[in-house]
């Protein structure tokens, strides 16, 4: 087994889904423990953690594309790409919150504001841009300043990509947990693809990769964690959020994305954790993350029917140090 080095993480040179094995998102939600404190102040307290620099050369790219010749509605073959990549993420206060004017209650929406880069570990090649925002959507304030319930889905996330996307996604509350995160299995497969494929359509998911569970890439995130925990490093606390655009978000895409691979829903969890290496009783900040982008392209095997098309789960992971 590998061993856990904190020097890995120091710069280097330069809609569908719900039909998923596995739904990551509403398996911790119903493990979240009930907390004294508000929506407010869980947000608050997880956004002021996750300000700062971030990096991390753990990431994992796992995404299926139509191949070579192929059309949106065709019965086709597809790229499997795996990628390992290395990322940087800033995050900042956006200052003042900003003011929703709604007649009879206001919003006061608090934000912090990211700046994500992703790159080809390998090669260096640029691989993803974004930038966004995660919002704290708690206080609501009547016209008798009386301080109103939030709304279930008090926390938001917004980005722009330069493939043409533009995503919002909702969260409830962040839930904090003594120790290491629970973190879920997922599968990256896509859940149906009809009936009558070719023989070993699905392999390229099989075939072992040195680094990543292509099937589960969740199992990857667990292996981190207990490589360092064998290297003598424990996680005190870890606070969950999970978001999700089908949580009254949602995706906009330019209108080739909507033809040719469509994305439907977006889901992220992201993990921040507290680290002690129990030998020096240093203690530092951790990031675990993992996103589905779901893709839909070729029609599925015995279907005739244009919109009855494979969900291609898009995943993404990495595993961060606050630097």
Same mark, same amino acid.
Do not use: C
């Given at each position: ?6 020097? /890995? ?16 998102? @509403?398996?911790?939600? /119903? ?8 929506? %407010? ?20 790219? =796992? ?7 192929? &059309? ?31 007649? %009879?209650?206001? @919003?006061?929406?608090?934000?912090? /504001?990211?700046? @994500? ?49 533009? =995503?919002?996604?909702? %969260? ?5 947990? *003594?120790?290491?995160?629970? #973190? ?7 859940? $149906? #693809? ?15 990769? *040195? ?15 207990? =490589?360092?925990?064998? /290297? ?11 978001? $999700?655009? &089908? ?6 895409? #330019? ?32 990031? *675990? ?15 005739? $029917?244009?919109?009855?098309? =494979? ?7 990495? &595993?961060?140090?606050?630097?």
């Amino acid at each position: 087994m590998k061993t856990f080095d904190t020097n /890995e993480f120091q710069r280097l040179g330069g809609a569908s889904s719900r039909l998923l094995s596995h739904d990551p998102g @509403q398996e911790l939600l /119903e493990r979240a423990s009930t907390e004294t404190l508000t929506p %407010s102040q869980l947000t608050t307290q997880f956004f002021n953690d996750l300000e700062g620099s971030w990096f991390g050369n753990k990431g994992w790219n =796992i995404i299926a594309l139509p191949s070579r010749g192929s &059309t949106p509605q065709s019965q086709g073959a597809f790229r499997l790409l795996v990628i390992p990549y290395a990322e940087t993420l800033d995050v900042r206060n956006a200052g003042a919150p900003a003011r929703n004017r709604g007649g %009879s209650v206001d @919003q006061f929406v608090a934000a912090v /504001e990211y700046r @994500q880069r992703v790159f080809n570990k390998d090669t260096g090649e640029a691989l993803h841009v974004e930038n966004g925002m995660f919002m704290n959507l708690s206080e609501l304030v009547d016209n008798d300043s009386q301080t109103q319930p939030p709304p279930e889905f008090n926390v938001a996330r917004s980005g722009t990509i330069p493939h043409g996307d533009a =995503i919002m996604l909702l %969260s409830k509350p962040p839930f904090v947990e *003594q120790g290491a995160p629970k #973190i879920p299995d997922i599968s990256s497969l896509p859940p $149906d #693809i009809g009936q009558g494929a070719p023989l070993g359509y699905l392999d390229p998911y099989l075939m072992p990769r *040195q680094g990543i569970n292509v099937g589960n890439p969740n199992a990857t995130l667990r292996q981190d964690l207990e =490589i360092q925990a064998g /290297e003598g490093f424990e996680i005190l606390e870890t606070k969950t959020l999970v978001l $999700d655009s &089908t949580q009254a978000g949602g995706i906009n895409n #330019i209108p080739f994305i909507v033809h040719h691979a469509n994305a439907t829903r977006m889901q992220a969890v992201f993990w921040l954790e507290k680290v002690r290496n129990t030998r020096t009783g240093q203690e530092f900040d951790q990031l *675990q993350y993992t996103q589905i982008i779901d893709l839909a392209f070729h029609l599925k095997f015995g279907q005739t $029917d244009p919109n009855d098309l =494979i969900t291609w789960p898009h995943v993404t992971i990495n &595993t961060m140090v606050k630097q």
